[in-house]
């Protein structure tokens, strides 16, 4: 059974790499975030006269 040369066997781990680093990226950037909403928050002013 041959064995496989040191150059082969760096090819093979550079494409696998790549590959694997792609998919990585890919679903990394492929999904889309959700939105964040605020919610409705309504604010009452309070007015007070100061009568000294």
Do not use: D, H
Request: glycine share 0%; proline share 8%.
């Amino acid at each position: 059974m041959p064995q496989m040369a040191p150059l082969l066997w760096l090819n093979l781990f550079v494409m696998f790499s790549t590959t694997f680093l792609m998919f990585l990226i890919l679903n990394y950037f492929i999904k889309v975030p959700a939105k964040i909403e605020k919610p409705e928050v309504s604010y009452t002013k309070n007015e007070m006269n100061w009568k000294w």
